[in-house]
Structures are given as structure tokens and as C-alpha cells.
């Protein structure tokens, strides 16, 4: 089945300490997207990227890194610069077409 | 520019009772519509869209969305809510005249509780 997956569902990190969430789709899709949730909060893109090797900043940016190497995946880093990176994050993948987005199940990241 | 507005943060009703879920937005041209619907520490699930043609969408789990463009809203609606349907719902938004990436916009979402 084609879809989007979203690696590891929770993940603990230490406070400065980097940490990166993983995010693969198998669907061919040219556009990916990473959010991030805050409890009671909308979503809040951070990074997007419509094709390999190159990506832009979304409205929450700083303290994050991302990379798209390959059409099938879109690593984010999340960076020791982050002030307050525990929160829901979700991948995104789309096309060019009318078929909107589709979502991985998220990773909840929590800074011990 | 495009954007979306859903008004209410949280809506109650009771189960077996119609629901409406409203939103708003504003594109420069045509309007591509979706609703997504997510449960707790779930990702988001595509429930239905409007793209063209028939005003009154049907989508998933009995779900339906009515486009008026005069009023540049599109509600989602159920007939008789179900407990199960109580989770966080997001309207989103997308200009089709093709210029540009293919960014959808959210609203914020609403919570959406169903009363036993």
C-alpha cells in the first residue's frame, strides 16, 4: 500500500542534544511538508520541499533543519537552537494535483 | 494570498443530534476545498473535498460538506453525530488557477465533542 510513514512515534532527547525525525513516502508524490502541533494549537509549518534538492522556510523555522536527498524522503532535525521542541510533528506529502495532502501518523518529541 | 477561517473552537453536540462544523476562506480564484479529521496523537485523515462541480460533497465515515461560494463558506455537516466522531477537524484551503506551488492553508481547527 502506498503511504507515508513517519519514524519513531515517540522519541525522548535530552536538552541539547540534536535529534532527527524520519519521514518516507512511497506514494511519488513532488511536494513534502513538515508541522509541528502544539496541544489545543493548529498546525504550523516549519520546512517544505516540491522537489528534490531544494526546500523552503516555513513560519516557524528557526531551530530546524531539513534536507530532501531523495523524491522518497524529508529528514527533520530538530536542533539544540530549538527553545521549546516538545510537540506533535507531522509529514506531509502532496502532488500537483487536486488530491490534497496526505499525513503520517506523527512523532511526539519530548525534551527530558 | 489564500486563508481560512474556522470561527468556533469547539463545538458540542449531542449524539444523534445534526452537527455543523463551519469555515470560511478567502482565495483569489477558484477554491480548492478539503476537510481533514484528527484523532488524538493520530496524523490527519482526509475526509472529503470539493473541487468542482456539485455544490453538496459526500465523504467519508457519512460526513458531507455544502460549498457556497456567495458566502465563501463550506460547512461540514452530519446528519445524526456519533460519539466516535468526537476528535479535532481542520478545513483547508487551495487556489486552483495553478500559479504558484500547490500549498494547502489550514485553519486552526476545531474541536469537535459529541455528548452521550
Known amino acids: 500500500d502506498g503511504g507515508i510513514t513517519q519514524s519513531p512515534k515517540y522519541l525522548f532527547r535530552k536538552e541539547g542534544q540534536n535529534v532527527t525525525l524520519s519521514c518516507e513516502q512511497n506514494?511519488?508524490?513532488?511536494?513534502m511538508y513538515w508541522y509541528r502541533q502544539d496541544p489545543g494549537q493548529g498546525l504550523r509549518l516549519i520546512y517544505y520541499?516540491?522537489?528534490?534538492?531544494?526546500?523552503q522556510k516555513g513560519d516557524i523555522a528557526e531551530g530546524y533543519s531539513v534536507s530532501r536527498e531523495k523524491k522518497e524522503s524529508f529528514p527533520l532535525t530538530v536542533t539544540s537552537a530549538q527553545k521549546n521542541p516538545t510537540a506533535f510533528y507531522l509529514c506531509?506529502?502532496?502532488?500537483?494535483?487536486?488530491?490534497?495532502?496526505?499525513f503520517g501518523s506523527g512523532t511526539r518529541l519530548t525534551v527530558v | 494570498a489564500q486563508s481560512v477561517a474556522q470561527p468556533e473552537d469547539q463545538v458540542n453536540v449531542a449524539e444523534g443530534n445534526p452537527l455543523t462544523v463551519k469555515c470560511t476562506y478567502s482565495?483569489?480564484?477558484?477554491?480548492?476545498l478539503f476537510w481533514y479529521v484528527q484523532y488524538p496523537n493520530r496524523g490527519l485523515q482526509f475526509l472529503l473535498k470539493?473541487?468542482?462541480?456539485?455544490?453538496l460533497v459526500k465523504g467519508s465515515y457519512g460526513f458531507e460538506a455544502e460549498f457556497n461560494k456567495s458566502q465563501t463558506s463550506f460547512h461540514l455537516k452530519k446528519p445524526s453525530a456519533l460519539v466516535s466522531d468526537s476528535a479535532l477537524y481542520f478545513c483547508?484551503?487551495?487556489?486552483?488557477?495553478?500559479?504558484?506551488?500547490?500549498?494547502?492553508?489550514f485553519g486552526k481547527g476545531t474541536k469537535l465533542s459529541v455528548i452521550p
Open positions: 482565495v483569489s480564484g477558484n477554491p480548492y
Open positions: 506514494l511519488n508524490h513532488d511536494a
Open positions: 483547508a484551503v487551495r487556489d486552483n488557477s495553478g500559479a504558484g506551488s500547490y500549498q494547502l492553508t
Open positions: 506531509a506529502s502532496s502532488d500537483r494535483g487536486i488530491y490534497g495532502y496526505t
Open positions: 470539493y473541487i468542482t462541480g456539485d455544490n
Open positions: 520541499s516540491q522537489i528534490v534538492n531544494d526546500f
